[in-house]
């Protein structure tokens, strides 16, 4: 029997010929740097055309920041317009989470709620009642936003890339991934070397600046506390930061 010769390593990941997927790390209510990074994309193709390109944003697009509203608002229209993938962050859930049951909201207050209720126009004080602002969100919530949150899927897959908010479960098929993993994930995933049969590309647990590793690539880079939103550009095997 033929042995396979340990010295060849595997191929690296890469995209389909003439493609290009930009991907963007957790937002977090920056709206400005949001708005510099969408006119960054939109130069780099216009430089740069390419037949097949994609949108990913990988989740957390509120709390924490101040324009949660605004994020969403921009979000929105690169859906509609650019056929955007919007990935769901752990902060989308607990604010759908919230949505659905009052109940929710002291999962939610500690990681940024206020700021994003601020940015609705809703003011929160020091011991707020769960219901009032459930109620005063629904009344504020536009239309398009709540469509927005109907919109957003917990992964996605192209070529040799997978694309999660937080990551996946080691020893898992990725067709068999948890939702609560895929949004939520940390030590299991962040400590495992082995490969999980496509690149992960993944935000959720900030890093100084963008961490490549053999299997996986994070790039959220702590933007609402950093001032740093990254987007990364992958084309065949390439990845560029943009």
Known sequence: MHQQDPTIRPPRPALPPETRIYAVGDIHGCADLLAEIVARIDDDLQRRPVRHSAEVYLGDYIDRGPDSCGVIDQLTIRL???RAICLRGNHEAMLESFLHDPAALPDWLPLGARQTLASYGISTSEHPAPRDLHRQLRDVLPRTHQLFLQCLRNSYCCGDFFFAHAGVR????????????????????????????KYIVHGHTPVPHPDIRSNRINIDTGAWRSGVLTCIAIEGEEIVVL
């Open 80 to 82: 509609v317009r650019n």
């Open 170 to 197: 080691p020893n898992v098929v990725l067709e068999l991934q948890a939702a609560e993993d895929l949004i939520w994930i940390r030590d299991d995933f962040l400590n495992a070397t082995q490969r999980h049969g």
